[in-house]
């Protein structure tokens, strides 16, 4: 048999980074897949505006006056994902490249997903985040950090 295949893990990890390529975000491209209990994978998204909306029709930028930057435009890769599911989601776990804001917090919350796998936390000193953390917590989400080059072949291929 062989031993260096992918990790459940490094494998959900690496679909949500994979659908993170798609955003035309400039400054931060996020990823996210909802896996089933039975490690199928039930929805993907990654951070970009609504359909219908043109991407060089609205602004990237990540400063100046707000309606002149992304953030009331764009839907995070978590909603997308929510959105796009082809299936509940009470149980689920989600796979993000980026922890999720407080906002997207309550969603997966209310979608009913159990567990954020998640990879970076480059704003684990927000007050967004530790908005998100309290709400987790109050919900019993359990969240765990990974780094897909630490997990990566059979050692841990079966732990999820």
């Known amino acids: 048999m062989r031993k260096d295949y992918l990790s459940w893990d490094a494998y959900f990890m690496g679909v949500a980074k994979l659908s993170a390529l ?3 975000d400039p400054s931060t491209q996020v990823g996210a ?12 998204g990654y951070n970009g ?5 043109a991407d060089d029709a609205f602004p ?7 309606d002149k930057t992304k953030y009331p435009y764009v839907v995070h ?7 796009n599911a082809t299936r509940a989601l ?4 989600i796979y993000v490249s980026l922890f999720p804001c407080n906002e997207c917090t309550k ?6 997903i159990r567990e954020i796998v998640y990879e970076s936390n480059k704003y684990a000193d927000t007050r967004e985040h530790r908005a998100a953390i309290r709400m987790l917590q109050a919900a019993g989400v359990t969240y765990r950090q990974i780094k897909v080059g630490d997990i990566t072949y059979a050692e841990t291929a079966e732990a999820v």
């Open 77 to 83: 890769a978590e909603a997308n994902a929510i959105l």
């Open 60 to 66: 990237w930028n990540s400063e100046g006056d707000y």
């Open 33 to 44: 897949c909802i896996v089933s209990n039975d490690r199928r994978i039930i929805g993907i």
């Open 107 to 112: 969603l997966i919350i209310q979608s009913g």
């Open 22 to 24: 798609r955003s035309k």
């Open 90 to 93: 009470a149980g689920a776990s």
């Open 49 to 53: 505006l609504p359909h219908g909306c």
